[in-house]
């Protein structure tokens, strides 16, 4: 059943890895009436009264992947233009290039096992198909859908953010553009962890010594730390990069081709749909 609002919904979809948290966190909800939800399973009517009392553009956060490592949800255009047929879409996505690394160490670090090939091989057939993704809401919700890209927000974070806010809308106190800066200088959320403290995860998460249940070395970790043995490879990668003057890198998460070959063709027609160039900013063509 659709819901009719007296003010502007946007609905903000960010893919894993896209800052889609950091611009959340920092700007959406600092300045917006906002509400994470999951609109597939969660009744319509716990939102309308919310929405019906709010004083300016209202903004709903829903999940757009099933887990890290699952795949995108399906007719999720078609299930939010059901519920909300005036509603801006607002989604975030980044080059699938740049987030391999990024993402397996995101996986790595949740538990995974897998080895980058074998991750790699997984995830590129479930995941980061951005045209079948936004085609749809492009056909359901013409001329209301924003596109940016994460490189956006690495190269002119403020640019980017004034750009979501004239594309929602001014909030009901306004949002002045030195507000705007402020958080376009503010620091990112999670910086990438050092190739050394990964591949210590991997072991241990291999031999089960990360998990609390089956763990042939059980070990219970203080909130906010890990295993005895990544706090020391940590330990030793911050010293490096302050000893070097640059992070621990050593991996070269070579996709040998699959990423082009996989996303290629895809990119280039969403090229012409978002009306930019992807290629230029790193995307697989």
């Known amino acids: 059943m659709p819901v009719s609002t007296t003010h502007p919904v946007t609905v903000y ?63 999720l255009a078609s299930r939010l233009s059901t519920a909300f047929p005036q509603a801006k879409i607002c989604v ?16 790595v670090t949740n538990g995974g096992r897998l080895s980058f090939s074998a991750y790699l091989k997984r995830v590129t057939e479930t995941k980061w198909h951005y045209l079948s993704v936004l085609q749809p809401f492009f056909d359901k919700f013409d001329g209301r859908v924003c596109v940016y890209l994460f490189e956006d927000l690495q190269k002119d974070p403020f640019k980017l953010l004034m750009e979501l806010r004239n594309f929602i809308g001014l909030p009901a106190d306004g949002l002045p553009d030195h507000v705007v800066q402020e958080v376009a200088n503010l620091p990112p959320m999670n910086p990438q962890r050092s190739d050394l403290v990964i591949d210590s995860m991997l072991v241990l998460n291999r031999l089960l010594m990360r998990q609390r249940k089956n763990a042939i070395i059980p070990e219970i970790h203080r909130p906010g730390h890990d295993h005895i043995l990544v706090e020391m490879a ?52």
Not at 27 to 41: A, D, I, K, P
Request: hydrophobic share 30%.
């Open 13 to 75: 979809l960010g893919y894993h890895k896209t800052a889609s948290k950091w611009i959340w966190n920092h700007f959406l909800t600092s300045y917006y009436e906002c509400v994470q939800t999951n609109l597939l399973n969660q009744p319509l009517s716990e939102l309308i009264e919310r929405i019906a009392i709010s004083k300016g553009p209202f903004i709903l956060r829903q999940r757009l992947e099933d887990g890290l490592m699952g795949q995108e949800i399906p007719d």
């Open 92 to 107: 975030g996505i980044r080059s699938q290039r740049s987030l391999l690394a990024s993402h397996y160490g995101q996986y």
């Open 234 to 285: 940590e330990y030793i990668s911050r010293k490096y990069s302050a000893f070097r003057g640059r992070p621990l890198r050593y991996r070269n998460f070579d996709d040998v081709g699959l990423i082009d070959k996989v996303y290629g063709a895809e990119n280039n027609k969403l090229s012409k749909l978002i009306d930019r160039c992807l290629a230029n900013h790193g995307y697989p063509h």
